[in-house]
């Protein structure tokens, strides 16, 4: 069975500092992908970031990063350089088994101070 | 215009009414998913069409009715739903069905379902 976990219901950081938002996953399965969406309080989800199993460099994509620490299951995103319009519900997922089925956490509110 | 888009945006229904909420990508892409976000729990996944047929079905009852005509256009079919039904409906699409680093879903902006 997957299972995603967000410890952290909400996160507050000052505009133009970075955040971690933490996420640990669990899977028996060698071969998996983890996702991170943001979901603003329009409601839709905007894709972020993809890290694979076997990626041996951490993902990277503008402002986001992914801090991935295999051993540890953990999959947390970096955001450098906080703006105000980050501010948002965070959801990191995973999909595993060769499964089309992803799996998501309960969400990481974040909201950016000026 | 492009992206996955979603109608109506904001939908409120009697317990005994009959409505239809629909998606419609224009990605290109293969597979369709339906989402149910309620509050305080995790995205729920609800049905999932690959290449038009069903391929999986996440024990949802029976009041949701999917139906996919096409690659493009996914609906949902609503029928004496409960309250506790209320939740916000993403459709999400992605270019294959399967595991691969390209296979990143897109989602719409979701419709805010409301059960009376």
């Known amino acids: 069975a997957q299972k995603i976990t967000q410890t952290q219901p909400g996160m507050f950081v000052q505009e133009k500092e970075a955040v971690t938002l933490d996420c640990t996953y669990d899977?028996?399965?060698?071969?998996?992908?983890l996702f991170w969406y943001k979901q603003p309080s329009s409601g839709e989800m905007i894709f972020l970031i993809y890290?694979?199993?076997?990626?041996?460099q951490n993902a990277t994509e503008g402002r986001y990063s992914l801090n991935f620490q295999k051993a540890r299951k953990s999959a947390n995103l970096v955001i450098s350089a906080s703006q105000l319009g980050d501010s948002a519900m965070y959801f990191c997922a995973m999909e595993s088994g060769g499964s089309y089925i992803p799996t998501f956490g309960r969400g990481t509110s974040l909201i950016v101070h000026p | 215009e492009t992206g996955v888009t979603q109608t109506p945006r904001h939908l409120v229904m009697g317990m005994t009414n009959k409505k239809s909420l629909k998606c419609e990508q224009h990605l290109g892409h293969n597979a369709m998913y339906w989402y149910k976000q309620s509050a305080k729990k995790p995205l729920e996944l609800m049905f999932v069409?690959?290449?038009?047929?069903?391929?999986e079905n996440n024990s949802v009852p029976s009041r949701f009715s999917p139906e996919c005509p096409n690659s493009s256009h996914l609906f949902l079919h609503l029928h004496t739903l409960q309250p506790e039904d209320s939740a916000l409906y993403l459709c999400a699409s992605s270019p294959t069905s399967g595991l691969a680093s390209t296979d990143t879903q897109y989602f719409g902006p979701g419709t805010r379902l409301t059960v009376l």
């Open positions: 890290q694979g199993s076997y990626d041996e």
């Open positions: 899977t028996s399965d060698q071969s998996y992908g």
């Open positions: 069409y690959s290449l038009e047929e069903r391929v």
